[in-house]
């Protein structure tokens, strides 16, 4: 069994087990809120689609966010026997770069903006952190680690990878010599360059380690050996300024593995990289929020063909539809991790459930922009009423089962707006992209890529 994946299904069983019990969650007061629009609305063009899916889908980072710190609620219904404190630290990266499109599409101001993410830095500031690296869950109103289970208390690298694509994007965005953004970006720079990176290779191994906990050390030894969704980790921890990794932990580490190269054909489209048919949707989509694809290629792939063929597979299965689920189609199709009607499930060709996640499909907009608008068009205009609600379309439905989710969760929320966005200016990823740590980082992992000649 692979340890990224071990993780990531161990989170989506145990979400499953609180479910019946969920309740909801009242929002957190936060200025200047968007108003909903509940209504499905008839005779809109392409881009007014797009822009009420985004500017709807924002509100559950804006509205929703934990009225103390600012930072993303795991999910829009409480849940692990937790109440509304529990806060998701890779969630509020997405989170973050769903407020640059916000303030870049003006639905907010950029002063209401930056002050929203100068609170939530000023906290993490004063949160827990081990070696400078945040849990996976923080309590919203204290900043104290809330356990993701009984050893996993520590340390989560790829959550607070995910946090730090967020804020490193911020930071090339909000630019302006203000006293509000140059602290944004002084107090950023300071948690960045915080993190030892090289900690987490437990003692000088050629691998990064997933967690590290005071009170359990090394104990989860979850090692990251791809192809999954953590290469951004890598990205980050060779970008790193102060406890960088050497080139070797990405090579030896993360590329050395029984499941990294595929090479094989799926539905006639090739998958360089992972698994047979490609797995969950999302690997595709957390890592390259900000990572641009176009053009990225290193000794062992081409990223946008790896990007764009998994999500060719995931959709050419829903269609071949070999367990006859109703509602499959060319118009909703998607398979990624999410709840379902029997609990949380990585979704995927090899564990299909009958379910459809909406975010599968809109993150895959700059992959398949004609068949994500497809799916786009049906989930709003046909399915409406059943999976549109105040925070955007609701994690996931089965019309086999008659199951049509209430729930909403920010890892899934927050890469429809950003994905959407990259695929319609490439607002993000060209912000990411621009940071020079980054650029040195993926240099010195052997990338190629348009950006790096910039």
């Known amino acids: 069994m692979i340890h990224t994946y071990k993780k990531t299904v161990f989170l989506l069983t145990f979400c499953g087990f609180f479910l019946a019990a969920c309740a909801k969650a009242q929002p957190g007061k936060t200025s200047g809120a968007i108003k909903p629009e509940l209504k499905i609305q008839k005779n809109l063009t392409d881009d007014q689609l797009l822009d009420l899916v985004q500017k709807q889908t924002f509100r559950y980072f804006w509205d929703f966010a934990h009225p ?12 692990f026997g937790y109440g509304n404190e529990v806060t998701t630290t890779g969630g509020t ?4 770069m769903a407020t640059i499109v916000a303030t870049d599409r003006k639905w907010i101001t950029r002063d209401s903006a930056s002050r929203f993410l100068l609170k939530m830095v000023n906290f993490l500031s004063k949160a827990d952190a081990y070696h400078g690296v945040f849990p996976h869950w923080l309590n919203g109103a204290t900043g104290k680690t809330i ?7 520590g340390a989560d690298l790829v959550e607070s990878s995910y946090l730090f694509q967020g804020l490193l994007t911020a930071k090339q965005y909000f630019n302006a010599n203000t006293p509000v953004e140059n602290e944004l970006r002084n107090r ?3 948690l960045w360059d915080e993190i030892e990176w090289d900690w987490f290779t437990k003692g000088g191994e ?6 590290w906990s005071p009170n359990n050390g090394w104990a989860m030894n979850f090692p990251l050996r791809g192809y999954n969704e953590c290469l951004i980790t890598y990205v980050l921890a060779a970008s790193g300024k102060r406890y960088p990794v050497p080139a070797s932990v990405y090579h030896r580490g993360w590329a050395q593995s029984n499941f990294f190269k595929n090479g094989k054909e799926f539905y006639g489209y090739k998958l360089p990289l992972g698994f047979d048919n490609g797995g969950p949707l999302f ?8 990572l641009d694809p176009r053009g990225l290629k290193d000794q062992y792939a081409d990223y946008w063909e790896q990007n764009k063929n998994h999500t060719l597979i995931n959709r050419a299965y829903v269609l071949a539809n070999p367990k006859n689920f109703k509602g499959y189609g060319a118009n909703s199709w998607g398979l990624t991790a999410s709840d379902s009607y029997q609990g949380y499930a990585a979704h995927s060709p090899n ?3 009958g379910v459809i996640s909406p975010t599968a499909a809109l993150s895959a907009f700059p992959y398949t922009p004609e068949f994500s608008m497809q799916a786009l068009k049906h989930f709003y205009f046909d399915l409406g009423d059943k999976i549109w609600s105040q925070y955007g379309f609701v994690d996931a439905f ?5 199951w049509y989710a209430k729930s909403h969760l920010a890892i899934d929320q927050g890469p429809i707006i950003v994905m959407i966005e990259n695929y319609r200016t490439g607002l993000l990823w060209k912000l990411f992209m621009s940071n020079p740590e980054i650029k040195e980082g993926l240099k010195k992992l052997g990338f190629e890529s348009p950006a790096l000649q910039k």
Request: glycine share 8%; proline share 2%; charged share 25%.
């Open 283 to 290: 690997f595709s989509q957390y890592s390259f929020l900000g």
């Open 351 to 353: 564990e299909d459930l």
């Open 188 to 190: 950023i720079t300071w």
């Open 147 to 153: 356990p993701f289970s009984r050893k996993d208390d």
């Open 93 to 96: 990266g997405f989170g973050i």
């Open 68 to 79: 103390v710190s600012g930072l993303a609620r795991e999910r829009s219904n409480a849940s």
């Open 398 to 402: 089965s019309e086999q089962h008659n």
């Open 206 to 211: 050629e691998v990064l380690y997933w967690h």
